[in-house]
């Protein structure tokens, strides 16, 4: 696409940092390169990854040495920061740009003081702070871990997001409404458009938080939830103890 356009054409290469749906990670470095050579801007969307990946929560285009190579970055202050809002960064010419033509920049509520002060102290502290980064890693590993072993189809993912597939959008619905009123669990159905059909999914996300007995009720409850859905489990391997 980028070849087909003539070069003096303006054009803009937008992408996710964290794809938040399989949770793999975008090739920057190779992305960037491709907006090089063909006279592209970058914007990186670092919603899932500012203050979870990267040397002081930075994100992945940080902790990629790619952040040199992108024109805009996007995050929240929603989620891993917990408040709310969000922000670009980028050169003075491109913010002067989005600040004089965004109509939701112009028409929009600013924040107000209180919100912007607990987004200031969240990011201040993960500046500072490697545990929650560390703990967030363990513990979605330990949550694949054990998913995993008790057969359940996890997607593989080197991120904190832990996708379950489930095929089939109603079976996902049902599968989501059932842990909510059997085990007071709620785990997002993740259903077309938003994932192609066929790869419908419930998306796990867990926290710095879980203890091992939450993870563990999990298990338990989603290994309850297949059987009443009358869903296969894979065959697990038993070991002699
Ligand atoms: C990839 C991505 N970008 C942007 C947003 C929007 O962030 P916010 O909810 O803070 O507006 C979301 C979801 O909330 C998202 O998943």
Redesign the pocket.
């Known amino acids: 696409m980028l070849a087909a356009e003539a070069p003096e054409r303006p054009k803009l290469i937008i992408f ?1 940092a964290l ?2 749906m399989d949770g793999d990670i975008a090739q920057v470095n190779q992305i960037c390169e491709l907006a090089e050579r063909y006279g592209a801007m970058t914007y990186i ?1 670092e ?2 990854s500012a203050g979870v990946y990267g040397p002081r929560g930075a994100g992945i285009a940080a902790r990629e040495g790619a952040l040199h190579r992108i024109d805009v970055v ?1 995050g ?4 891993a920061f917990g408040g ?3 922000y670009i960064a980028a050169n003075a010419n491109i913010i002067d740009a989005v600040r004089s033509y965004a109509p939701g920049f112009i028409f929009t509520t600013a924040l107000p003081p209180a919100v912007c002060a607990a987004a200031t102290a969240a990011i201040r502290h993960l500046k500072a702070s490697q545990w929650e980064r560390d703990r967030h890693q363990e513990r979605a590993a330990r949550v694949k871990a054990v998913l995993n072993a008790v057969g359940l189809p996890v997607m593989p993912s080197k991120t904190h997001i832990v996708p379950v597939m489930m095929g089939e959008a109603e079976t996902c619905k049902k599968a989501s409404d059932l842990l909510l009123a059997e085990h007071g669990i709620y785990v997002q159905p993740i259903n077309y458009p938003t994932v192609p059909r066929g790869t419908e999914r419930l998306r796990i996300t867990p926290t710095p938080y879980h203890d091992d007995a939450l993870i563990d009720a999990l298990a338990e409850a989603l290994v309850d939830v297949w059987g009443r859905l009358g869903l296969p489990l894979r065959r697990q391997v038993l070991t002699a103890e």
Request: hydrophobic share 30%.
């Open positions: 996710e794809y938040s969307d919603v899932h996007e929240t202050l929603a989620k709310l809002g969000g």
